[in-house]
């Protein structure tokens, strides 16, 4: 990405402010791990990065639109020496102009000050936008609450408006470079899924797959967005399945629930494989009911749509496929067998900020996994998808990860 990408970003984020108003993003901090580490590697708040492209802590972009003049502010960490001798380089101002575009850069120590003159041009700063998402009422105190905080104490007269809903507007239609970078990531799984086919036997351990993949991104510097599901045998029952102890057996089938990283966009690829190379004839029915099931819900991922009526379309299909099998007699035993969603939107997160009534917007990136989760037989199987939804259709970004029975089996077995 170039610095004219973030530039636009921010040119549509102030078109959606209201006028008088003040954004103010923070790229976060480390949280400490230990008495004496803190967690590494560094994860920047994504609408932080979408803004200014900057992947570093301790950072507060200010977007200001007052009397429908703006001004954009950047405030970076003060250099310390001493610091760099034993940890990292900080960024110097001039980076930070030539990666985000933005002119004015100033140390942190400014920022209070800065803000405070601005509150009162001419009187006329009635809102202050901050990001604020889903959060627990027992969960700790992040920058932007304890931001609110303190603007309320002293600016009691100030609105506190969420960014949320116009970061959710601009972040669900991706760019040409914002699908790019996805597209990437999503090779990136496939090239570690490649490798992994090759080393599945009768024996290994979920962890041994997991460090496989984990592996294989690393050689290629990009690494997992989240927690790899590596789910063999009934393990696979379990959606987020997270242990990778067990010792896979013949006969097994083996789920992996994948993604990659790419400057921070992100693949989610889920492959349900053999771990002998051959599909017995029961997993094979079961698979292709899966794989038909996917069919029937990118079928449905179209503009104007939303997730739930996709969801509704592969348990229609379900029910009518799993009687076919005499697994169900009802419609309502569906439930017992498939009981998540078919899909959510992705890019610069994992679940990525969902519209409102989860509706599907035109350039939006979506996964497709429908699964069935048979308990009794020890067997799970997810299908997914990574999509681009157009106009004229969808564009499937995983199309070359090979998935029907024959493919998998020939590939295992050549």
């Known amino acids: 990405m170039n610095k004219e990408f973030y530039i636009k970003n921010r040119l549509n984020f102030v078109n959606e402010m209201k006028d008088n108003s003040i954004a103010v993003f923070f790229s976060g901090t480390y949280l400490r791990d230990t008495c004496d580490q803190y967690i590494y590697p560094f994860s920047v708040d994504r609408n932080f990065y979408y803004l200014t492209g900057i992947d570093r802590e301790d950072m507060i972009l200010v977007i200001s639109k007052l009397d429908n003049k703006v001004s954009e502010s950047l405030y970076i960490p003060t250099i310390d020496e001493l610091y760099e001798k034993w940890n990292a380089l900080f960024m110097r101002d001039y980076e930070a102009k030539d990666k985000s575009g933005i002119t004015n850069v100033q140390y942190l120590e400014y920022f209070e000050k800065d803000l405070a003159k601005k509150m009162f041009y001419d009187m006329t700063v009635e809102n202050v936008y901050i990001f604020s998402h889903y959060t627990d009422l027992e969960e700790f105190e992040n920058l932007n609450r304890r931001f609110a905080k303190?603007?309320?104490?002293?600016?009691?007269?100030?609105?506190?408006?969420?960014?949320?809903s116009i970061m959710t507007k601009l972040r669900n239609v991706k760019t040409e470079e914002e699908i790019l970078e996805i597209k990437k990531a999503v090779d990136l799984t496939n090239d570690a899924l490649n490798f992994i086919m090759k080393t599945l036997k009768p024996g290994i351990f979920e962890y041994e797959?997991?460090?496989?993949?984990?592996?294989?991104?690393?050689?290629?510097?990009?690494?997992?967005?989240?927690?790899?599901?590596i789910a063999a045998g009934s393990n696979a029952c379990i959606l987020h399945y997270n242990e990778a102890n067990y010792?896979?057996?013949?006969?097994?089938?083996?789920?992996?629930?994948?993604?990659?990283?790419?400057?921070?966009?992100?693949?989610?690829?889920?492959?349900?494989?053999?771990?002998?190379?051959?599909?017995?004839?029961?997993?094979?029915e079961l698979y292709n009911i899966v794989l038909e099931a996917q069919?029937?819900?990118?079928?449905?991922?179209?503009?104007?749509?939303?997730?739930?009526?996709?969801?509704?379309?592969?348990?229609?299909?379900?029910?009518?496929?799993?009687?076919?099998?005499?697994?169900?007699?009802d419609d309502s035993e569906?439930?017992?067998?498939?009981?998540?969603g078919s899909g959510h939107s992705i890019g610069l997160d994992l679940?990525?900020?969902?519209?409102?009534?989860?509706?599907?917007?035109?350039?939006?990136?979506?996964?497709?996994?429908?699964?069935?989760?048979?308990a009794e037989e020890g067997l799970g199987?997810?299908?997914?998808?990574?999509?681009?939804?157009?106009?004229?259709?969808?564009?499937?970004?995983s199309e070359n990860i090979i998935k029907t029975v024959n493919d998998i089996e020939n590939y295992m077995n050549q």
């Not at 992996?256 to 029961?282: E, H």
């Not at 679940?351 to 048979?374: A, C, F, Q, W």
């Open 150 to 164: 303190k603007i309320r104490t002293q600016f009691p007269t100030i609105n506190i408006l969420n960014s949320l």
């Open 209 to 229: 797959i997991k460090s496989h993949y984990n592996h294989q991104l690393t050689m290629k510097n990009s690494r997992s967005r989240f927690r790899s599901v």
């Open 247 to 284: 010792q896979t057996k013949n006969g097994d089938m083996v789920l992996m629930d994948l993604g990659a990283m790419n400057n921070w966009y992100v693949s989610d690829i889920t492959r349900t494989y053999p771990i002998n190379g051959k599909f017995t004839n029961r997993q094979k």
């Open 295 to 329: 069919m029937v819900a990118m079928d449905e991922v179209k503009i104007g749509s939303t997730e739930d009526i996709v969801n509704e379309a592969v348990k229609k299909f379900y029910s009518k496929a799993l009687k076919s099998i005499k697994l169900i007699k």
């Open 334 to 340: 569906v439930n017992k067998y498939y009981f998540h």
């Open 351 to 374: 679940h990525d900020l969902r519209m409102p009534r989860k509706e599907i917007v035109e350039n939006s990136v979506y996964t497709v996994e429908p699964g069935l989760y048979i």
């Open 381 to 397: 199987i997810r299908i997914e998808e990574n999509v681009v939804v157009t106009k004229n259709g969808l564009i499937n970004l």
